[in-house]
């Protein structure tokens, strides 16, 4: 995206950027990571993914509301980005995980590093995602190939894994306000 208009867009290379989501069989509805100082980055918004149960790949889907539960199998992630610099690694950073009448907190400060993507995914979730020695989703996303992403261990009721981002840097149009915190 090096050819974006500098008057529309801001761009930062993704060795200044990590990344953290959950993925979850399980609804969730808020994720934030926070320092005791300032939230670094929240999302509220659901990117649903399903499948029929017969089905080897799972695929996006824009309505979670039409869910067959009998027929068909699914997974939710939900995550934010975060502006990765040297005065966050002396901070304790955690990831906070809200679902419906539960609310997980986790340090993850000695996870994050730059041009890394952190997934925490709930212990009872492991087996189901790491039975994929593929791409989860039908397009064959390196992005969801957990396969190859590299184990950080559990604690806190969740395992971590770490796969790469791809990308050399992130454009967001300046007008975009859940992107801005990256550029301050």
């Known amino acids: 995206m090096e050819t974006e208009d500098p008057d529309t867009y ?11 989501s959950v993925i ?5 509805s808020d994720v934030r990571a926070y320092t005791d100082e300032k939230i670094l980055c929240k999302s509220n918004t659901e990117l649903f993914y399903k499948k029929n149960k017969d089905d080897q790949f799972y695929h996006y889907s824009y309505n979670d509301e039409e869910v067959d539960y009998e027929y068909e199998d699914w997974f939710v992630k939900l995550g934010c980005y975060i502006k990765y610099n040297a005065s966050l ?4 950073v955690f990831f906070q995980i809200k679902k419906a009448n539960q609310l997980d907190e986790i340090k993850v400060d000695s996870l ?10 709930s212990e009872q979730d492991t087996a ?6 593929i791409s989860l989703l039908n397009d064959g996303d390196p992005d969801y190939n957990f396969s190859i992403s590299s184990k950080l261990g559990c604690h806190g009721g969740y395992c971590f894994v770490t796969l790469p981002i791809r990308e050399k840097e992130f454009c967001f149009n300046k007008n975009n306000e859940s992107k801005k915190h990256l550029f301050e």
């Open 10 to 20: 801001n761009c930062i290379d993704t060795n200044q950027v990590a990344a953290i």
């Open 24 to 28: 979850s069989t399980t609804q969730v």
């Open 89 to 92: 690694k002396s901070k304790d």
């Open 112 to 121: 994050l590093k730059g041009k890394e993507h952190i997934f925490a995914i």
């Open 128 to 133: 189901w995602l790491f039975s994929f020695e």
